[in-house]
């Protein structure tokens, strides 16, 4: 391409040195005025195209060099873009940890106080219970000796029963204590998240 640029600048050359008007003075000097006028064109036509073959081969060199720096950033970019994806499903999937402590957490928490509420009603059974054999020995001591027998029987099995109600009740406040040790590590885990 250059080449043939190159080649229609000097025919253009040729063709406005041909073009002129001739002059009616001496012939040898005009046919070396003309010579010497297309040598001048033909080297700026020479230097003409030189310089646009380095103007094109810089300039080529110049694209490679651009397309390279594209393919390394559009790289740049779908990384980014992929770090960017992974970034979000972390931030989801700790959302969703969170959410699930926090329900858990919920869970806990009612299933405590149903259990501290529980607790509760049955303490008063056993204040009850104990006041009611309190009485039942007060009314033994006061009562007449046959049915001393009787009630003595009855008191004994109101025993066991509050005996049985103690043990429940421990065992209820040693699950409630166990609750509370879960609801506090559930929270301690979601204010760490």
């Known amino acids: 391409m250059i080449w043939s640029l190159c080649l229609l600048c000097v025919a253009g050359a040729f063709a406005a040195a041909h073009a002129r008007p001739v002059r009616k003075s001496g012939g040898a000097e005009d046919k070396a005025g003309a010579q010497e006028e297309v040598n001048v064109l033909m080297f700026g036509a020479i230097q003409f195209s030189d310089s646009l073959n380095y103007v094109y081969q810089t300039t080529e060199a110049k694209i490679e060099k651009i397309k390279l720096t594209l393919k390394s950033h559009e790289g ?89 109600l103690q043990h429940l009740t ?24």
């Open 76 to 164: 740049t970019l779908q990384k980014l873009g992929k770090e960017t994806e992974q970034a979000a499903e972390v931030e989801r999937q700790i959302k969703e940890a969170l959410q699930l402590l926090q329900n858990q957490m919920a869970k806990q928490q009612t299933h405590t106080t149903t259990a501290k509420d529980w607790l509760t009603s049955m303490e008063k059974e056993e204040v009850e219970l104990r006041t009611k054999v309190r009485w039942l020995e007060m009314f033994i001591n006061n009562s007449v000796p046959a049915s001393i027998k009787e009630l003595q029987e009855r008191a004994e099995e109101h025993s066991n029963i509050l005996r049985g």
């Open 170 to 193: 421990e065992f209820h406040k040693e699950n409630i204590e166990t609750e509370n040790e879960k609801l506090s590590r559930l929270q301690r885990m979601s204010e760490a998240l």
